[in-house]
């Protein structure tokens, strides 16, 4: 699991955080005039991305999104070739984990499940994915079973139906692209 910080986010959302007091001791950060040429070069789109609405929570893990990204070019110094993440409808948190191999999602699956579960106090409804091999393995649909977690499929290889999940993993990865190219880092980063 990976926290992210506040690089390259833009000024507008930055401004926000400060105004409602959400992070402690955030200190105004005022726009800089500069052009990041990290931000320009990573996070270009060579289309707009339309989100389709759906229905949304009304609570906190009565809905959570889940993607694995990846397999990368580059594994990461760890030895990772795919993220793993989940977002929770109703909150937008996000969640990150790393993964050497997709087998590992169930594992992580439950992890992240044990600990929102206490944190929160709430039970996971749904769990929507797309029909990748690593979510309806035999574990997970017995796991999902035994749970009570109603599982909500997305079809594969269509961007536009899980736009929640989509749209999340393009932003995680251009924040990360423009972090590694402003500080000159290799692909292992």
């Given amino acids: 699991m990976h926290n992210f910080k506040f690089e390259h986010s833009n000024f507008r959302g930055l401004k926000l ?4 007091n959400t992070v402690k001791i955030f200190p105004l950060i005022e726009k800089i005039e500069r052009i990041c040429e990290g931000c320009i070069f990573c996070k270009q789109h060579r289309e707009n991305f339309l989100v389709e609405k ?3 929570a009304w609570k906190p893990l009565e809905i959570v999104h889940s993607d694995i990204c990846g397999s990368m070019q580059t594994p990461s110094i760890g030895g990772c070739n795919y993220s793993l993440t989940f977002i929770g409808d ?3 948190k996000k969640w990150v984990y790393f993964l ?3 087998s590992d999602a169930f594992g992580c699956f439950q992890q992240f499940k044990a600990l929102l579960e206490n944190q929160s106090g709430y039970s996971i409804n749904i769990l929507s994915t797309n029909k990748g091999s690593e979510y309806v393995s035999n574990e997970f649909l017995n796991f ?4 009570g977690i109603h599982k909500q499929f997305i079809t594969r290889y269509t961007p536009r139906r899980n736009g929640v999940m989509e749209k ?3 932003t995680i990865m251009e924040m990360a692209r423009s972090m590694m190219e402003t500080k000159h880092l290799s692909n292992e980063y």
């Fill in 144 to 147: 999902y079973k035994t749970h």
């Fill in 90 to 92: 109703f909150t937008r």
């Fill in 100 to 102: 050497k191999h997709k």
């Fill in 168 to 170: 999340k993993n393009i």
């Fill in 17 to 20: 955080l400060h105004m409602k």
């Fill in 54 to 56: 759906s229905y949304k």
